[in-house]
């Protein structure tokens, strides 16, 4: 009978320590980079509306103690984001990164072939570092043709897929086309669209923690 206790707490200690381990390892949230293009840098907005400033406003008034880092700039394709990547890790130190590259890509009717190609680089470059990556995802406009459409949609579910990463599926999600959350250029968010897609983000973020 004694035998058994003695197993019994040790078993019970061993499950303890697990536990304790696995709580020590986890990486807590503090600091978030925003890796993309004119859709996450405040293109045509005044500061205090840019999607950076907003998404760190949201997130504080839930209770999450998160900066948010404005690493986007506007114009960028995935080969620029690939250009710049390591210069920017080099420069901040994060914990996890939004992705959000490809919509210029798109505009640019580059072969989704290569946007698939820059977009797995980048990912292998911040997986190296041991960070972690959410993937916002595009969706090609059907003006593009059914062929493109087809081959640029399936980039960002398919490399979900095969690094594991947390997907948004489409960034714009409630916002695009829609001229009540959206510039004169009917491409770029207001002040409406961009509290929009803080949300979207925000419930990526806080799975974290």
Known sequence: MKKLLVI??????????????????????????????????????????????????????????????????????????LNRIEETLSETDVDLIILGLGANDMLKRINPKKTKKNLEKIIQIIQNKNIKLILAGMIASPSYGFNFKKKFDKIFPDLSKKYDLPLIPFLLDGVALNPNFNQSDGMHPNEKGTLIISETVKKSIVQFN
């Not at 709580?23 to 949230?29: A, L, R, S, V």
């Not at 004119?38 to 509306?49: A, N």
């Not at 406003?57 to 506007?74: A, C, F, P, Q, R």
Request: hydrophobic content about 40%; overall charge negative.
């Open 8 to 81: 019994f707490v040790l078993c019970l200690l061993n499950i303890i320590l697990v536990n304790c381990s696995e709580k020590e390892t986890k990486i807590k949230i503090e600091k978030v980079l925003l890796f993309g293009d004119s859709l996450m840098s405040g293109y045509g907005l005044p500061d205090e509306q840019h999607l950076s400033v907003v998404l760190e406003e949201n997130l504080k008034s839930e209770g999450y103690n998160i900066e948010i880092i404005d690493g986007s700039v506007s114009g960028d394709t995935s080969l620029d984001g």
